[in-house]
């Protein structure tokens, strides 16, 4: 399988100002082994790392800065990937390659990058219909697709509203603090984190006091407002009820590698093998 690359693309990397990892994560991504003919595929994070030579946190904050200039899309809990611009450089050129294509589609496993897929198949100059329809089968018609793709980008306003009015204290304290919380109740979390179905997490205040001791280099309290802010700016990335965890020690992780040491020296990388431990047992990458 072969696949082509527009010479814009390096304007646009240029544009978006990419570092030299997103760079390479990009190009990787349209020509590595595991892609697929339609630029929707499975790849787990630990497969990046071993072909490019890259420590996974490395490749995190590449997948992460690629999607915040828009140039990718990722489903951490299925390890899934959508390069919106794949099928404009790779059309599908006759009614057999599309028959393919469809079988490829079917193969892979549910995710919520199907609804974008099919916003990018619509908008597309050359029509792919019988590769729609498959679309529109597994995740709706246009119409559906806009109706879950209101649900994954934001709370309903009444219910926003009637949590904001309910919540605004846990989601704006800062620090966090165990002690502030007294006389609260013993279930209210430490701060609310949006879900990709429209729901809250809430982080509980014992997770808080094992990842200050976890990350000691790490502020955690304003890591986590930090976290709040992304997630609320970057619906499209949201996490998963069964994945958030994993995210905000993926997060915790990372901050923790960066910060330095006392005396100034930079912290020894002990994230390698943890990624790799979470990577075997399904971890998932944000």
Known sequence: M???????????????????????????????????????????????????????????????????AGLLLCDEAEEMVLLPEFLRMNPLDNANVEKKACTVFSALPETWLFGPFGAILEQLPKPFPHLLERVSERYGNTEDRKQKTETEDRIPKAEAEGRMQKTETEHTAAPCDAAAAEGMGEEMPAIWLPLNDGTEYGVPWGDVEEYRQLYPAVDVDQELRSMRGWLLNNPKNRKTQGGIRRFINGWLERSQNKAPRQGGSPPTSFSALAAQMDNDAGGEWR
């Open 2 to 68: 072969y696949t082509k690359i527009e010479d814009g693309i390096w304007r646009k990397m240029k544009q978006n100002q990419l570092s030299e990892t997103a760079k390479i994560l990009y190009l990787y991504l349209f020509t590595c082994p595991h892609r697929n003919m339609i630029g929707l595929y499975y790849i787990p994070l630990a497969y990046c790392s071993a072909d490019l030579g890259m420590e996974p946190e490395r490749v995190s904050e590449g997948f992460r800065e690629l999607q915040d």
